[in-house]
C-alpha cells in the first residue's frame, strides 16, 4: 500500500534517497512509502529530520511498515 508521507516539502527529497530498498517513491508531486518494500530500517526518518523539513519525526517505523 501506498500511504502519503509529505506534499514533496524539500525540493529535493533526502529520504527518498536513502531508502536501500527503494520503498519511498515521488508520485503525483508527492512523497509516499511503499509499506509492502519496507523493512523499518529507520534511515529515511533519520535523514529526513536531518537534512529535511522533518516530515517523518512523528512517523514511526511500525507506520512505515503499514502496521500502524
Ligand atoms: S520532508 Fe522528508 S520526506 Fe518530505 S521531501 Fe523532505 S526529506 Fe523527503
Ligand atoms: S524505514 Fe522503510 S522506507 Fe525508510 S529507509 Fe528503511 S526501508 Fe526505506
Redo the contacts with the bound molecule.
Keep these: 500500500m501506498l500511504n502519503v508521507?509529505?506534499p514533496?516539502?524539500?525540493k529535493d527529497?533526502?529520504?527518498?534517497r536513502a531508502c536501500a530498498l527503494h520503498a519511498?517513491v515521488d508520485q503525483q508531486g508527492a512523497?509516499y512509502v511503499d509499506t509492502d518494500k519496507c523493512i523499518g530500517c529507520g534511515c529515511?526518518k533519520t535523514?529526513?529530520v536531518t537534512?529535511?523539513?522533518?516530515?517523518?519525526e512523528e512517523k514511526t517505523t511500525a507506520w512505515l511498515m503499514g502496521a500502524a
Design positions: 508521507i509529505c514533496h516539502n524539500c527529497c533526502y529520504a527518498l519511498l512523497i529515511c535523514i529526513c537534512f529535511g523539513y522533518k516530515a517523518l
